[in-house]
């Protein structure tokens, strides 16, 4: 019995030194990963969902770097001019227009907004998920009438720091929150604290969520959508910053929500097709 518990022992204690070295290597690789700037302020949680896609015998730890560096670059800061990154002193226009997704629809900022907030109330809490720098659009729901406590959720903590500077300095009702969507009970909590009509905007984010987990756009549509009035999710119908269409009209995504959930509109600006639903018809 003594020697079982000895040989017992003697093998949690290796199998927690595996552990320990282990988690001492996954630090070391993340900081590595993480040393470019693009990189930097990344949650641990969204490099780590692409670590492990390539975290395979074999590949080589500097081939692993490599390779999950070049899909954190597909899924964020492709989107981003590394002039973002570190910038000051910038009207809104400017950076809306530095962001591939941003200057996109800028031109039609207002009308998106019409549609969205259609057949709502003047006061509202809205709660854009993967936001980019798409706060710095405060400006049009101002413009259009409308009394917005928005808020931001955004995973490269550069474009967090730049939205809260623009929201202090400028005494708006708005605040951007630096956390990984993939962290949904966070997520929800955020949303359920906000305390007027809500609507959540998940705008060119999907691809970007199913290139680090598939099928986690519909998990996190499914939690978030009885939380709140309308949720609006938009995708590409062409490359960006290119005039070529899709052949892929994102048949699986529009058939998910059309069979879960009650469609308010879908309508289409400058290549971004919007799907506005709720959970219900009678809500």
């Known amino acids: ?101 941003t200057r996109e629809r800028f031109e039609y900022y207002e009308e998106i907004y019409k549609r969205i907030f259609n057949g709502v109330g003047k006061n509202l809490s809205v709660i854009d998920l993967g936001a980019g720098v798409n706060g710095f659009s405060y400006g049009f729901f101002k413009k259009l009438g409308f009394n917005v406590c928005y808020t931001a959720i955004e995973s490269m903590g550069q474009l967090v720091k730049l939205m809260n500077c623009y929201f202090l300095e400028n005494k708006l009702n708005a605040k951007a929150i630096y956390l990984s969507l993939f962290e949904t009970g966070k997520v929800k909590n955020i949303i359920m604290k906000e305390k007027n009509l809500r609507i959540v905007f998940l705008f060119k984010v999907i691809d970007s969520l199913e290139m680090l987990e598939r099928d986690y756009s519909k998990k996190l549509i499914s939690e978030i959508t009885p939380l709140v009035k309308k949720v609006v999710v938009s995708f590409a119908t062409r490359s960006m910053g290119r005039r070529k269409n899709f052949r892929a009209n994102r048949k699986w995504l529009v058939d998910f929500i059309r069979n879960n959930f009650f469609i308010l509109d879908d309508f289409e600006f400058a290549g971004e097709r919007y799907l506005v639903f709720r959970e219900t018809k009678d809500l």
């Open 1 to 101: 019995m003594e020697i079982l518990l000895s040989k017992t022992n003697e093998y949690l204690v290796n199998l927690l030194s595996k552990v320990c070295f282990n988690n001492i290597m996954d630090k070391k690789i993340y900081e590595k990963i993480t040393q470019k700037k693009e990189f930097s302020e990344l949650p641990k949680k969204d490099v780590g969902l692409a670590f492990e896609k390539f975290d395979k015998e074999n590949y080589c730890d500097e081939e692993k770097i490599k390779f999950t560096r070049n899909l954190l670059r597909n899924v964020f800061s492709g989107f981003t001019s590394l002039k973002l990154l570190n910038i000051k002193n910038k009207s809104p226009a400017w950076i809306l227009n530095k962001h591939l997704s």
